[in-house]
């Protein structure tokens, strides 16, 4: 009687995984850049750990070019080591790039993405970034400064 139980069981997990490793593969399209080899939960993560993680990700730009894709855990990640690159993407699609993920702790804590740093791009955030807007804290960054400056003297 138990071991029915328990093959049932086991099967409706089987099954259960089944379907979510389908929805998850129709709801992430697979348009990312080459990459290596990820394993399920974490990713990529294995292969960044150790001493040098820069001359990893070094030896993958060698192997892949100079756009590909790693997973971190959930996280999927573009990896760019070229500086045409970078300048295509902070200078010609910059509006593409732009907008940050919407957090809930930025929703919560910083009472609805009110912080520059957490804010989507859009009329806030520009408001946010203005020049009227950062000079009002000059103050406060002066402040700052001058205690850095007196901790180190000490």
Request: charge should be positive.
């Given at each position: 009687?138990?071991?029915?139980?328990?093959?049932?069981?086991?099967?409706?997990?089987?099954?259960?995984?089944?379907?979510?490793?389908?929805?998850?593969?129709?709801?992430?399209?697979?348009?990312?850049?080459?990459?290596?080899?990820?394993?399920?939960?974490?990713?990529?993560?294995?292969?960044?750990?150790?001493?040098?993680?820069?001359?990893?990700?070094?030896?993958?730009?060698?192997?892949?070019g100079p756009l590909f894709h790693l997973k971190l855990g959930e996280i999927?990640?573009?990896?760019?080591?070229?500086?045409?690159?970078?300048?295509?993407?902070?200078?010609?699609?910059?509006?593409?790039?732009?907008?940050?993920?919407?957090?809930?702790?930025?929703?919560?804590?910083?009472?609805?993405?009110?912080?520059?740093?957490f804010a989507p791009y859009g009329k806030t955030w520009s408001k946010l970034?203005?020049?009227?807007?950062?000079?009002?804290?000059?103050?406060?960054?002066?402040?700052e400064g001058n205690n850095l400056v007196e901790k180190i003297m000490r």
């Amino acid at each position: 009687m138990e071991s029915q139980l328990l093959s049932i069981l086991c099967a409706l997990l089987l099954i259960l995984l089944i379907k979510k490793l389908m929805l998850h593969k129709a709801s992430n399209p697979s348009n990312f850049p080459p990459g290596q080899w990820k394993l399920p939960i974490i990713g990529n993560l294995h292969q960044l750990l150790g001493e040098h993680p820069h001359q990893r990700l070094q030896n993958l730009a060698k192997t892949y070019g100079p756009l590909f894709h790693l997973k971190l855990g959930e996280i999927n990640l573009i990896v760019i080591t070229s500086s045409e690159f970078v300048h295509d993407i902070f200078k010609t699609h910059d509006f593409k790039f732009a907008s940050r993920p919407n957090l809930m702790a930025g929703k919560i804590i910083l009472y609805n993405y009110a912080s520059f740093s957490f804010a989507p791009y859009g009329k806030t955030w520009s408001k946010l970034r203005s020049l009227k807007q950062v000079m009002s804290f000059k103050f406060i960054r002066e402040e700052e400064g001058n205690n850095l400056v007196e901790k180190i003297m000490r």
